[in-house]
T-cell receptor, first 110, second 112 residues
Framework: QKEVEQNSGPLSVPEGAIASLNCTYS??????FFWYRQYSGKSPELIMF????GDKEDGRFTAQLNKASQYVSLLIRDSQPSDSATYLC??????????FGTGTKLQVIP | DGGITQSPKYLFRKEGQNVTLSCEQN?????MYWYRQDPGQGLRLIYY???????QKGDIAEGYSVSREKKESFPLTVTSAQKNPTAFYLC???????????FGPGTRLLVL
């Protein structure tokens, strides 16, 4: 079982819709969770981090964490073509190492 | 202008050659990391360093070496022992271990 799992996609959504990206993790001791956006050929850039159960909102982005079910999700409201990218989930497993998922490719269709 | 710089942007390696990738940060971060990214795969940790003059192997350290003589710098050498070095190499740093990591622009290594 992979430590951090994401659906590779592509996830296609129409412009203006809500995009929902999901990530599951195996280490119950994980303490912090990160979402990065990576455009093709570029390096990852941090979108959000979340430590506590529940929702965390920042502009059009909402991160949701459920430690009991071991999943973290990212919602993108009013999706724009510029949101088209690969989204990486990263989990701090408590062993002084952050593990990255393989990413979900999002395509926003104009 | 604070940030992480990596050079060169593209690097070509001949068979049997060692090459060194540069990573510099002026964020005053203690921890620095090197990752390798291959198509369709996540980021894989090569080496990390929590403090000057100390570093630890990550998941795929074989064929690579690093040094951390200065807080700002964490160069990665890809040795001739690394038989499949073609990849996108990413350097990252964080204030301390386990905290949010920020990435440099990356170096793409190709084999001639």
């Amino acid at each position: 079982q992979k430590e951090v799992e994401q659906n590779s996609g592509p996830l296609s959504v129409p412009e203006g819709a809500i995009a929902s990206l999901n990530c599951t993790y195996s280490d119950r001791g994980s303490q912090s969770f990160f979402w990065y956006r990576q455009y093709s050929g570029k390096s990852p850039e941090l979108i959000m981090f979340i430590y506590s159960n529940g929702d965390k909102e920042d502009g059009r982005f909402t991160a949701q964490l459920n430690k009991a079910s071991q999943y973290v999700s990212l919602l993108i409201r009013d999706s724009q073509p510029s949101d088209s990218a690969t989204y990486l989930c990263a989990v701090n497993g408590g062993y002084q190492k952050v593990t990255f998922g393989t990413g979900t490719k999002l395509q926003v269709i104009p | 202008d604070g940030g992480i710089t990596q050079s060169p942007k593209y690097l070509f390696r001949k068979e049997g050659q060692n090459v060194t990738l540069s990573c510099e940060q002026n964020l005053n971060h203690d921890a620095m990391y090197w990752y390798r990214q291959d198509p369709g795969q996540g980021l894989r940790l090569i080496y990390y360093s929590q403090i000057v003059n100390d570093f630890q192997k990550g998941d795929i350290a074989e064929g690579y070496s690093v040094s951390r003589e200065k807080k700002e710098s964490f160069p990665l050498t890809v040795t001739s022992a690394q038989k499949n070095p073609t990849a996108f190499y990413l350097c990252a740093s964080s204030m301390r271990q386990q905290e949010t990591q920020y990435f440099g622009p990356g170096t793409r290594l190709l084999v001639l």
